[in-house]
């Protein structure tokens, strides 16, 4: 088995995150496993405003794209608010997604994308439907059926419970299981309805 480029994007600009927490610890788990991970914090890279336009050209758009278009599989470590994934993660997708004018080419076409989520209670977690959704239905990702989703009861003393725990390993066992099985895949898709 060869290693994975499995990025993970923490898509938090909370200084106290606990997203970026289980961020950090996916990180770990994934280099534990063998394969080649980097954090990605984007409230460390200074997002300027999605305006379609000069966002295209900035360094960080590059970076970001070239990291998301050149990886096997990608984490998206997020919190969610009023029942939806935090508007980071949303600038993420829209400026690295953005696609059809003859221009620009999305970097999301075929990924494997797993979602880890911290949320204030465990009723909201439903709310990466739509993101996922949109990422399939645009880029033909494939959607880890599994979530690391975290409330704010399963913390203990600052550490994850032993059942949030265990799922976060498993939520990345899958994803690596998926990149692995879909690297040898024999298509490739574009913009397509």
Not at 5 to 11: A, D, E, Q
Not at 56 to 77: N, P, W
Not at 142 to 152: A, D, E, L, M, T
Request: aromatic share 10%.
């Amino acid at each position: 088995m060869s290693a994975l480029v499995l990025p993970v994007f923490s898509c938090s600009l909370d200084p106290r995150s606990k997203s970026r927490e289980l961020a950090v610890t996916s990180v770990a788990l994934l280099r534990e496993a063998g394969h080649h991970t980097e954090l990605v914090d984007l409230a460390a890279t200074g997002l300027p405003t999605f305006d379609n336009d000069r966002v295209f050209d900035t360094a960080l758009f590059a970076r970001l794209h070239e990291t998301i278009r050149a990886a096997d599989g990608i984490v998206l470590s997020f919190p969610i608010y009023n029942w939806a994934p935090g508007a980071t993660v949303k600038w993420l997708i829209e400026s690295t997604g953005a696609t059809g004018d003859g221009e620009h080419t999305a970097a999301w076409f075929d990924k494997v994308v797993t979602f880890v989520c911290a949320a204030g209670l465990p009723h909201s977690y439903m709310a990466t439907t739509s993101i996922g959704q949109s990422l399939m239905a645009d880029f033909k990702c494939i959607i880890n059926p599994y979530v690391g989703y975290v409330s704010g009861r399963d913390w203990v003393d600052d550490q994850l419970s032993d059942d949030r725990g265990y799922r976060l390993e498993k939520t990345l066992r899958v994803h690596v299981e998926l990149a692995q099985l879909l690297r040898a895949r024999s298509y490739s898709s574009d913009w397509e309805v």
